[in-house]
């Protein structure tokens, strides 16, 4: 059983940046995928960055690759989300989720609450 929740969400502007965490507590944190994923109103859920459970291998959608950074501190249990040069089309609400030994698409079997997004032009 894992427990998420991630924190770091606001309203800023175009061309501005965002630090999301996402804090973990229960099994071998290192044994699980992490993930971000987003999701605007009246729009599916979509990936955003994963990075993989050992290596640590980070994986982006291409709308953020060179933008957002995922990394991942197994000591503190926690995920992190650098998104540089945010534009308004990542206005969403950013989830982050955990899989055990998973793709870096998942099988996500446990996600968080959430934490909002929100850029204006």
């Known amino acids: 059983q894992v427990h998420l929740r991630e924190s770091g969400g606001g309203l800023v502007q175009a061309g501005e940046s965002l630090r999301l965490s996402c804090a973990a507590s229960g099994s071998p944190f290192s044994r699980y995928t992490m993930g971000w994923f987003r999701q605007a109103p009246g729009k599916e859920r979509e990936f955003v960055a994963a990075?993989?459970?050992?290596?640590?291998?980070?994986y982006y959608a291409d709308s953020v690759k060179g933008r957002f950074t995922i990394s991942r501190d197994s000591p503190k249990m926690t995920v992190y989300l650098q998104m540089n040069n945010l534009r308004p089309e990542d206005t969403a609400v950013y989830y982050c989720?955990?899989?055990?030994?998973?793709?870096?698409?998942?099988?996500?079997?446990?996600w968080g609450q959430g934490t909002q997004v929100t850029v204006s032009s």
């Open positions: 989720p955990a899989g055990w030994r998973s793709d870096y698409l998942g099988p996500y079997s446990y």
């Open positions: 990075v993989s459970y050992g290596a640590g291998i980070p």
